[in-house]
């Protein structure tokens, strides 16, 4: 069975100090790992896709990289619209589901 | 706007009643998803559509009966709910056999049983 571990669980951030998030798995073939950011009160919104290890993707301060047992969420001097919680999943071979971890919830106070 | 939707977005009721959610895609996509999230914000999938047809059925009791009327509809029919059904139940979509797969999220539909 697919397995995601995030760490830490929540973390509080000042304006523009920089941190990483981690997301361990298990998994029998690795079709797919995926990063979601989660506001209160709304549907998971698509961050990134990262296929292979020693892949890289940036998306203004985010940057996600994955290695063949976990995956880093780098906030780069994170301001305080990104608070939210971020969700990891991945997706095996012969699976149309996603396993996702229970998130890295981020608040960046002014 | 290109989305995954869902109706109602909140759904306050007695227990032993039986209420529908209803999910609605129009990206073009050919796999429809039911995922819950309990109180610690855990995401489970508990049923798959593709073309119509159910791929995944995890270990949900029976008195959820997802129905799919099209390739752009997922429904979520819940018989005799109870108060361990609350929770937030989130449509989403795919296009499966593609480079990309990513699955995208509905804005979910808060349950609340009394």
């Known amino acids: 069975e697919d397995q995601v571990t995030q760490s830490p669980e929540a973390l509080r951030l000042q304006e523009g100090e920089s941190s990483s998030l981690n997301c361990s798995y298990t998994?029998?073939?690795?079709?797919?790992l995926f990063w979601y950011r989660q506001d209160p009160g709304k549907g998971p919104e698509f961050l990134f896709t990262?296929?292979?290890a020693g892949e890289e993707k940036e998306k203004e301060r985010l940057k996600a990289t994955l290695t063949k047992k976990e995956s880093f969420l780098h906030i780069t001097a994170p301001k305080p619209e990104d608070s939210a919680t971020y969700l990891c999943?991945?997706?095996?071979?012969?699976?149309?589901?996603?396993?996702f971890g229970k998130g890295n919830q981020v608040v960046v106070i002014p | 706007d290109t989305a995954v939707s869902q109706t109602p977005k909140y759904l306050v009721t007695q227990m032993g009643n039986d209420k529908s959610i209803k999910c609605e895609q129009n990206l073009g996509h050919d796999t429809m998803y039911w995922y819950k999230q309990d109180s610690k914000k855990f995401l489970k999938i508990m049923f798959s559509y593709n073309n119509k047809e159910l791929i995944i059925n995890e270990t949900v009791p029976n008195r959820f009966s997802p129905k799919s009327p099209d390739k752009a509809h997922l429904n979520l029919h819940i018989n005799s709910l109870e108060l361990g059904d609350s929770a937030v139940y989130f449509c989403a979509s795919s296009q499966v056999r593609t480079s990309e797969e990513t699955q995208y999220f509905g804005p979910g539909t808060r349950l609340l049983v009394l």
């Open positions: 998994v029998s073939g690795l079709r797919g």
């Open positions: 990262l296929y292979s």
């Open positions: 999943a991945v997706r095996s071979y012969g699976n149309n589901r996603l396993a």
